[in-house]
């Protein structure tokens, strides 16, 4: 069975610094890996994918995401972090070939401080 | 405007009643999902259809069901059957073939309470 695991429930940072949340997976095959961001009581958001080629790859809002297969980990990253980036990320995976279900992790809350 | 639409909003359920959830897309996504949301617990898929007439059961299917009669939409029943239903359901729809356009949309949600 897939699965995620984001080992961190909450992430703080100052704002202006760099920012990572973690993500690690397990999946059958080679993966479709995603990033989501939720504010509250609202849908989730979509960020970034990793679905082949380069390993980091760029979305919106400044964010980043470096795949590194050996260690099946896909961790989301920021140079320099905002106030307004404080949300809850989710990460998901995908089995590659079409049509596969989607699986979460549990989410890690990030909070930016002043 | 292209999206995913869910209603309502908010939903209160009396003890023994089913409900059902809309969920509603104009992107032409094949496959479509339903999740539940809880403090702590990420979301867990509750049901999915990666084609009209056909759905399957996700991790948590129990007292809940599902149909999918047309490509645009996918309505979710919470049954008396499911013994805590208040949660915060979220309706999500994809393109099924592999590809680059992989990502799932997301509707608004709707906050369903027993009361």
């Known amino acids: 069975a897939q699965s995620v695991a984001q080992p961190e429930d909450q992430v703080n940072v100052a704002e202006g610094n760099p920012l990572t949340v973690k993500c690690t997976y397990s999946v059958s095959g080679n993966p479709y890996l995603f990033w989501y961001v939720q504010y509250p009581n609202r849908g989730l958001q979509f960020l970034l994918k990793?679905?082949?080629?380069?390993?980091l790859v760029k979305g919106s809002y400044g964010f980043e995401a470096e795949f590194n297969k050996s260690q099946t980990s896909f961790h989301l990253k920021k140079p320099s972090a905002l106030v307004s980036d404080s949300a809850l990320y989710f990460c998901a995976v995908r089995a590659s070939g079409g049509g596969n279900k989607l699986t979460f992790g549990t989410g890690t809350q990030l909070k930016v401080e002043l | 405007d292209g999206g995913i639409t869910q209603s309502p909003k908010y939903l209160f359920r009396k003890e023994g009643q089913n409900v059902t959830l809309s969920c509603e897309q104009n992107l032409n996504h094949d496959a479509m999902y339903w999740y539940r949301q809880d403090p702590g617990q990420g979301l867990r898929l509750i049901y999915y259809?990666?084609?009209?007439?056909?759905?399957q059961k996700g991790d948590i299917a129990e007292g809940y069901s599902v149909s999918r009669e047309k490509k645009e939409s996918f309505p979710l029943t919470v049954t008396s059957a499911q013994k805590n239903p208040t949660a915060f359901y979220l309706c999500a729809s994809s393109f099924v073939a592999a590809g680059a356009n992989t990502e799932a949309f997301f509707g608004q949600g709707t906050r369903l309470t027993v009361v």
């Open positions: 990793y679905i082949t080629g380069d390993n």
């Open positions: 259809s990666q084609i009209v007439n056909d759905f």
